[in-house]
């Protein structure tokens, strides 16, 4: 099993429509856990940190299960600037910090 | 201006020429980062630092050597360049004792013909 999954995509959703990631990760002892969106030829960017407990910001909610080790993220009322690649990141934040991203899942918002 | 600086941020070089990217950050953080990014392979490690004197390779290191100049300084050398080294290569930052984030630089595109 990778340590850090992703469905690669390409989602093509309309605006405005509702869409949902999910990213798996291998490592239970993991304690971090991220969404970062990449644009095209750009550096990643922090979108949000996700919390146990799930949190939400804006039209963005992110969710995690430590039981089955995956983590969400689901877009509601997309916009075309919503259009990226969304990074799955897992650190387990220990002495060897180790910090892994999934490859990314495309998403292509369809005016 | 930014807080993770990387230099160049285009370059075009010749098989076997040494080539030397590098980083600065403002940020204050301890650890630095080298990662070089490909086409459907996503962000790939290749080498990272804790402090001045704590350097660790990453799951692909071989090829590359890098150098921890001071807290705010991270420099990745290539030291005979090849084609398929040609990447866009990221240097990020983090501080364990904050959320554990990384700050990324806005990239350093390298071509090796």
């Known amino acids: 099993r990778k340590e850090v999954e992703q469905d690669p995509g390409p989602f093509n959703v309309p605006e405005g429509a509702t869409v949902a990631f999910n990213c798996t990760y291998s490592?239970?002892?993991?304690?971090?856990f991220f969404w970062y969106r990449q644009d095209c030829r750009k550096e990643p960017k922090l979108l949000m940190s996700?919390?146990?407990s799930g949190n939400e910001d804006g039209r963005f909610t992110a969710q995690l299960n430590r039981a089955s080790q995956y983590i969400s993220l689901l877009i509601r009322d997309s916009k075309l600037s919503d259009s990226a690649t969304y990074l799955c990141?897992?650190?387990?934040?220990?002495?060897?910090?180790?910090?892994?991203f999934g490859k990314g899942t495309r998403l292509h918002i369809l005016p | 201006d930014a807080d993770v600086t990387q230099t160049p941020r285009n370059r075009i070089t010749k098989t076997g020429k040494r080539i030397m990217l590098e980083c600065s950050q403002t940020?204050?953080?301890?650890?630095m980062y080298w990662y070089r990014q490909d086409p459907g392979l996503g962000l790939r490690l290749i080498y990272y630092?804790?402090?001045?004197?704590?350097?660790n390779k990453g799951e692909i290191s071989d090829g590359y050597s890098v150098s921890r100049q001071a807290q705010a300084k991270f420099s990745l050398s290539l030291e005979s360049a090849i084609p398929n080294q040609t990447a866009l290569y990221f240097c990020?930052?983090?501080?364990?004792?904050?959320?554990?984030?990384?700050?990324f630089g806005e990239g350093s595109r390298l071509t090796v013909l």
């Open positions: 990141v897992v650190n387990n934040r220990n002495r060897d910090d180790k910090i892994i």
């Open positions: 990020a930052t983090s501080d364990l004792q904050d959320t554990g984030e990384l700050f």
């Open positions: 490592n239970s002892a993991s304690q971090s």
């Open positions: 630092s804790f402090d001045v004197k704590d350097i």
């Open positions: 940020k204050g953080h301890d650890r």
């Open positions: 996700v919390y146990s």
